[in-house]
Nanobody, 123 residues
């Protein structure tokens, strides 16, 4: 069973950077597409980015294109989300989740979730 643990969140000033990690255990990450989602207070959880397992294709929400970069290191069984030029509206709890090989930014298509890591962008 795929188990995921996020890390790397924290408090950062606007314009700053963070790198989130999503470490998998239980099974190899090679066969899973991994998505990153976030949830701001009082708002629904939204898809941020996804990386497929087949060819490493990446997908981004329009709000983060050009600022965030997702990558995977199958040797370390870990997926990363590099977040640059952070804005206050990026604040929220960030979750990673796994599904079959193809990507999606739709929350309901993912069945394995981590516990989340808090990202706060504030001066």
């Amino acid at each position: 069973q795929l188990q995921l643990v996020e890390s790397g969140g924290g408090l950062v000033q606007p314009g700053g950077s963070l790198r989130l990690s999503c470490a998998a255990s239980g099974v190899t990450l090679d066969y899973y597409a991994i998505g990153w989602f976030r949830q701001a207070p009082g708002k629904a959880r939204e898809g941020v980015s996804c990386v497929s397992s087949t060819d490493g294709s990446t997908y981004y929400a329009d709000s983060v294109k050009g600022r965030f970069a997702i990558s995977r290191d199958n040797g370390k069984n870990t997926v990363y989300l590099q977040m640059d030029n952070l804005k206050p509206e990026d604040t929220g709890v960030y979750y990673c989740a796994g599904r079959g090989s193809t990507c999606s930014l739709t929350r309901g298509l993912f069945g394995s979730w981590g516990q989340g890591t808090q990202v706060t962008v504030s001066s």
